[in-house]
């Protein structure tokens, strides 16, 4: 028979992480799943900050993360965000009130700002953010006319990449 240490184990802290994969209904009742990806159990100390921890799970999944858990007993329909030492705190202390002992879930997601969006292959003066209005006004000059309200300079950009910065900038639009 192995003894365990109950010291060592109430120091440890184990997350269910789940990376890679999607949220999705399932078929029979619509309640959410999660499919595909990794799920694995990280081990870390329990006084972890949770700068630590994001680097710890960036590592364990070779990408940086964003972290979202379950309340305890709780389904997939309501992630919480966790995002700084006292959410981690108030995390797992809701994990200890509730099911001392058990494993926190974890579903860990690509940050938004790190998601790549390709450019448009078509001309860059027909972007558009909606179908009825264009966001960009070309003349007969070959400039470009930012959209209504920016009150910068005229821009004529010489390459297609420069016309879509341009945009993002005047708009407050980065992806």
Same mark, same amino acid.
């Given at each position: 028979?192995?003894?365990?240490?109950?010291?060592?184990?109430?120091?440890?802290?184990?997350?269910?992480?789940?990376?890679?994969?999607?949220?999705?209904?399932?078929?029979?009742?619509?309640?959410?799943?999660?499919?595909?990806?990794?799920?694995?159990?990280?081990?870390?100390?329990?006084?972890?900050?949770?700068?630590?921890?994001?680097?710890?799970?960036?590592?364990?999944? +070779?990408?940086?993360?964003?972290?979202?858990?379950?309340?305890?007993? +709780?389904?997939?329909?309501?992630?919480?965000?966790?995002?700084?030492?006292?959410?981690?705190?108030?995390?797992?202390?809701?994990?200890?009130?509730?099911?001392?002992?058990?494993?926190?879930?974890?579903?860990?997601?690509?940050?938004?700002?790190?998601?790549?969006?390709?450019?448009?292959?078509?001309?860059?003066?027909?972007?558009?953010?909606?179908?009825?209005?264009?966001?960009?006004?070309?003349?007969?000059?070959?400039?470009?006319?930012?959209?209504?309200?920016?009150?910068?300079?005229?821009?004529?950009?010489?390459?297609?990449?420069?016309?879509?910065?341009?945009?993002?900038?005047?708009? +407050?639009?980065?992806?």
């Amino acid at each position: 028979m192995v003894m365990i240490d109950n010291k060592a184990k109430a120091e440890t802290l184990k997350f269910l992480c789940s990376y890679s994969g999607k949220l999705l209904p399932r078929s029979s009742d619509g309640v959410l799943r999660y499919v595909g990806g990794m799920t694995r159990v990280l081990a870390v100390d329990r006084s972890i900050s949770y700068a630590e921890l994001m680097v710890k799970l960036g590592e364990f999944c +070779g990408f940086s993360v964003e972290l979202r858990c379950p309340l305890p007993n +709780g389904d997939l329909e309501t992630l919480i965000s966790v995002k700084s030492d006292e959410e981690l705190t108030n995390l797992i202390a809701e994990y200890d009130r509730s099911c001392p002992g058990s494993k926190i879930r974890a579903i860990l997601f690509p940050p938004k700002s790190l998601k790549k969006i390709s450019p448009p292959t078509s001309n860059a003066s027909s972007i558009e953010f909606s179908p009825t209005k264009s966001v960009l006004n070309h003349d007969r000059s070959g400039s470009f006319s930012p959209p209504i309200g920016y009150k910068g300079r005229r821009y004529s950009p010489s390459r297609p990449q420069e016309l879509l910065r341009h945009n993002h900038q005047c708009c +407050g639009y980065w992806h």
